[in-house]
């Protein structure tokens, strides 16, 4: 069992910066792969980023490519979100997510996941 909760969500104007956190609970933390998603008001919650247990693979979403860094520190069992140059289209609630199977491209499919956070709010202002 592993329990996420994000913080870090906020205001800000676009161009600017955040960093989202996810902290887990649970000695097996090093073990699951992580992953961020995203869902703004009536749509479909949609893949950010993922990285897997070791590090070493990542995957970014294309509208967040080279904006968006996800880092992992498995020594305190804590996923990170580092956001920059925001836009407005970047406003939604953020979800980090644990994945305990092998770490596939299907890593970008929500359904892939096994344990979410409740979320954290991220608002982009134009």
């Known amino acids: 069992q592993v329990q996420l909760v994000e913080s870090g969500g906020g205001l800000v104007q676009a161009g600017g910066s955040l960093r989202l956190s996810c902290a887990a609970s649970g000695r097996t933390f090093s073990s699951y792969a992580m992953g961020w998603f995203r869902q703004a008001p009536g749509k479909e919650r949609d893949f950010v980023a993922a990285?897997?247990?070791?590090?070493?693979?990542?995957y970014y979403a294309d509208s967040v490519k080279g904006r968006f860094t996800i880092s992992r520190d498995n020594a305190k069992n804590t996923v990170y979100l580092q956001m920059n140059r925001l836009k407005p289209e970047d406003t939604a609630v953020y979800y980090c997510?644990?994945?305990?199977?092998?770490?596939?491209?299907?890593?970008?499919?929500?359904?892939?996941?096994?344990?979410w956070g409740q979320g954290t709010q991220v608002t982009v202002s134009s």
């Open positions: 997510a644990a994945l305990a199977g092998p770490f596939t491209r299907a890593a970008i499919r929500w359904d892939a996941y096994d344990y």
């Open positions: 990285k897997s247990w070791t590090g070493g693979s990542t």
